[in-house]
């Protein structure tokens, strides 16, 4: 399919509001407390000023494909440097905002936006660009990183009762921005071995290594990723001898950690076979806490700080240490698997879209779109987890346990029908 990009018009006002009730709509389904669905007046008096007479600011840019206006980006440029008394090192940098009709999304059309709007930004001096992202926008997410940005901050809104509205309800969530940051004049094409930093590009993750052993060809470090805003304690197994051919990431369940037994016998075994195997600590499990949990215990700080919120955190923190270790030779980012089972699948399956095309395959299974007690029910998030399924193109080999006390059969089932034909068996 051919796509061409192109400086918007007048002409494309119509289809510029379409576009912006379209993305209205998929965020006030992540997100109805935070989002709204403006009235098609103001979207087209706002684009039909913009484009009249365009500032030096706000570039606009459509994709076209089959004859039709598929997506836009807006590129927004932070014209005014921070404040002599703020920490931030003077740059400039650029809000990029993208948008592709449904029918049109997993064609390229938002990976030619991004590069189109990469070269305008180049051309006006932009040295980083800014990606915002609602948390549970876990497709948002994969897209970006793909397209060669990282995290670069973490937003957090807490919704505060009205002045006669006497309930205790307080809502907590989480956004994401992500960053890309050039030192060439040029942003036209990814960079070769970009990677997930932390916060910015001047506090890059490091990695600490806390013990190694090598036995019958395989060798285990353990290791924690410093990084903004926490570190990650996790383990890798690999072949001692040769370099990894491709990359198996290990999800554990509610009740284990990094080290579980199946674990360690899993990352011994596909390290003997030339595999990096990767596994680290679930958000409040293992080294992130100083003593075992109950479930109950866990899973009421997950609804604490939000199930988006660890969700999201819970996929940067896989992603960056996958960068991590692969900038260091120890693990292939290119080709990389994910496995897990129950909580596994649970932050395993957002992971999984957010890799991309660099996902080979999962094993995912005991886990659903619907959930029972003991687990509690502010963690049952059947949009998110819906829309992560989604965007999982590669195969995906999924275990339905047939009589599972927490996930019933038929929403495991369910689940199943979420993954696009031909991905999974």
């Known amino acids: 399919m051919a796509v061409s990009v192109r400086t918007a018009e007048p002409g494309d006002v119509p289809a510029l509001v379409q576009l912006r009730i379209a993305n209205a709509e998929r965020h006030t389904g992540l997100d109805p407390a935070g989002h709204r669905i403006p009235e098609p007046a103001p979207v087209r008096r706002y684009f039909e000023e913009l484009l009249s007479d365009p500032p030096a600011d706000i570039v606009v840019l459509v994709a076209e494909a089959e004859g039709t206006v598929a997506g836009m980006a807006e590129l927004v440029i932070r014209s005014t440097p921070p404040p002599d008394h703020q920490i931030l090192v003077p740059r400039l940098m650029a809000d990029l905002h993208t948008v592709v ?65 006497n309930g205790p309800r307080v809502r907590v969530s989480r956004r994401h921005e992500m960053t890309r940051s050039r030192s060439s004049s040029s942003l036209a094409e990814p960079p070769d071995g970009s990677s997930w930093m932390a916060i910015d590009q001047a506090s890059p993750s490091r990695v600490e290594w806390l013990g190694e052993e090598t036995s019958g060809g395989c060798t285990e470090r353990s290791f ?34 990094k080290r579980s037994e199946r674990h360690v016998r899993m990352g011994r075994r596909l390290a003997l076979a030339g595999l990096a195997v990767i596994a680290i600590d679930g958000p409040y499990h293992g080294d992130r806490v100083p003593a075992p949990m109950t479930p109950s215990a866990y899973q009421q700080l997950i609804v604490d700080e939000g199930v988006e919120a660890v969700t999201a955190r819970m996929t940067a923190d896989w992603l960056d240490t996958v960068s991590v270790l692969a900038g260091l030779g120890l693990a292939d980012d290119a080709h990389v698997s994910v496995f897990g089972m129950s909580m596994g699948a649970w932050f395993g399956l957002p992971t999984a879209a957010a890799l991309g095309s660099r996902l080979q395959c999962a094993v995912l299974g005991k886990f659903g779109i619907r959930q029972v007690p003991p687990l509690h029910p502010v963690l049952r998030a059947p949009g998110l987890i819906a829309a992560a399924a989604r965007a999982v193109s590669a195969p995906v080999l999924y275990h339905v346990q047939w009589d599972d006390d927490i996930f019933p059969r038929d929403g495991q089932f369910e689940l199943f029908t979420r993954w696009p034909p031909r991905t999974s068996d």
């Open 101 to 165: 009709l449904e029918r049109f999304r997993g064609r390229g059309i938002g990976t030619a936006l991004v590069r189109a709007a990469e070269q305008h930004a180049a051309q006006r001096g932009v040295t980083g660009l800014i990606a915002p992202i609602l948390a549970p926008n876990t497709e948002a997410v994969g897209f970006y990183s793909r397209a060669g940005f990282g995290p670069h901050g973490v937003i957090l809104r807490k919704d505060l009762p009205a002045a006669n509205d």
């Open 224 to 257: 924690l990723i410093r990084r903004i805003p926490g570190s990650v304690p996790g383990v890798l197994w690999s072949p001692q001898a040769t370099a990894p051919e491709a990359t198996v990431l290990l999800f554990h369940g509610g009740s284990g950690h």
